[in-house]
Nanobody
């Protein structure tokens, strides 16, 4: 399975971006999908995850109410809509797929290559 993340860029604080992650698999709906991020000099952290059917979502407290994760199983794609962005959201964002993903990343079976999000103040 290959994951291709896109949609990162430079945005001012308070702005929005939508990340996409396309998966090259016919069994996309079998995977829990998630987003993680890693800021410069910091460890990777969990951002959000979504269950197989999209019916269950989970967010880190730091993004709750601002970010929305969704998926389109017909397009083998997961999205992360990011609103009200803050400078502390600056990071490389990675999508991940796993049978049981979790919040540490250790449950991921596959990782995307990452897309850089930079939020200016």
């Amino acid at each position: 399975v290959q994951l291709q993340a896109s949609g990162g860029g430079l945005v001012q604080a308070g702005g929005s971006l939508r990340l996409s992650c396309a998966a090259s698999t016919r069994t996309f709906s079998n995977y829990v999908m998630g987003w993680f991020r890693q800021a410069p000099g910091k460890e990777r952290e969990f951002v959000a995850s979504i269950g197989w059917s999209g019916g269950s979502t989970y967010y880190a407290d730091s993004v709750k109410g601002r970010f929305t994760i969704s998926r389109d199983n017909a397009k083998n794609t997961v999205y992360l809509q990011m609103n009200s962005l803050k400078p502390e959201d600056t990071a490389v964002y990675y999508c991940a797929a796993g049978r049981i993903l979790g919040t540490t990343g250790r449950g991921a079976d596959y990782w995307g290559q990452g897309t850089l999000v930079t939020v200016s103040s």
